[in-house]
């Protein structure tokens, strides 16, 4: 896919059917701007507190993190140098880690002081247990999501586990999860593959209680709680499904009702979809968007900067291995390539508040997009 010439694109982003639209790649193409690191460590973990402080993480228990968005510290979690930190939520000296891997390669580490000390707060202790992703309301109330395992009857049920503490967890009842269905499974690629929208209500002091997240496998589905978990929906979704590397890597929403899915077969990253669709109803319903050709996607992302009246054009950022499009409709779509003598690829996308975007991808690779 990256060395077509064309690129054709029918933008469906709010299921509005136009004109298929040509864009030729060398003339729209970009470049994100590539940070030194000094790592080679394989990153998917990102958050970007600010354009100032963000962190990411990676394998061999590696964090890094930055003060003022260009120079980035490389560090180990001691203890941790065989874990895989595919996760990182942080709130400026406040962070949280999330390994993923067979039982207690599954752990969750947090850290008060930029990271001077870490406190290890859970290690699952279930051998069929895989964490894959972990997402904050605030620095108190969080959730992670782990790969389905047997429940008391023996059914497969996804793990959630919560905190409203920054401090504990505890297991959301299994009795409340619909079951998985064989061979349904989360991804671990990008820390994107459950979704809340952030923030707690100043009146309640409670999180917002909708909860998402997607799954591939044999299925696509996507699960949703409107309660924080008390109950559920599971929607079937169009996107490409069968193998055990194929299904939904990523689920983002801008609010209670817009939302996307993404993903594809990372085995074949270049075959053409159906690897993306959108919601208007809260993922009651998904249409699949009418890009061609598309990719393997492994993470989406809507920009966090606040719409006003003089620009409230919305935008998307969708990662794929070796290139980044950049959707601000009604516009068309923009392919950001890195240049082809850094060879870099990509992972994750973590929005930063004031508008653009933190990348992040194998080989300690660390990108920024205006």
Known sequence: MCKLQTVIYCDNLFMRFLPIIIVTTAALAQSPQILATHTAESLRGASAVSRKIAWVSGTHGTYLRTTDGQTWVSAQVPGAESLDFRAVVAFSDDAFLMSAGPGGQSRIYRTSDAGEHWQLQLTSTNPKGFFDSMVFWDKTHGIVLGD??????????????????????????????????????????????????????????????????????????????????????????????????????????????????????????????????????????????????????????????????????????????????????????????????????FNAVSPYPEGGALIVGPKGTIATIP
């Open 148 to 345: 389905p395992i047997p429940d008391e009857s023996g059914r497969l049920k996804f793990e959630l586990l919560l905190t409203d503490d920054g401090q504990t967890w505890h297991q959301l009842p299994p009795a409340n999860l619909p079951p998985a269905l064989e061979g349904e499974g989360a991804f671990a690629a990008s820390n994107t593959c459950i979704a809340i929208l952030p923030g707690v209500s100043v009146a309640a002091a409670t999180p917002d209680p909708n909860i998402w997240f997607a799954t591939g496998g044999k299925v696509a589905r996507v699960f949703h709680s409107p309660d924080r978990g008390q109950t559920w929906q599971v929607i079937n979704t169009p996107i490409l499904h069968g193998p055990d590397s194929a299904g939904i890597f990523s689920i983002a929403f801008r609010d209670a009702t817009h939302g996307v899915i993404a993903g594809g077969d990372y085995k074949h990253p270049d075959k053409d979809g159906p690897n993306l669709a959108f919601t208007e109803d809260g993922g009651k319903t998904w249409s699949l968007s009418q890009i061609h050709p598309q990719a393997y996607f492994s993470a989406v992302a809507y920009e966090r900067k606040p719409a006003n009246k003089a620009d409230s054009k919305e935008r998307i950022f969708l990662v794929g291995q070796n290139f980044i499009f950049d959707f601000r409709p009604p516009a068309n779509p923009i392919r950001l390539n890195p240049k082809k003598k850094l060879a870099v690829k």
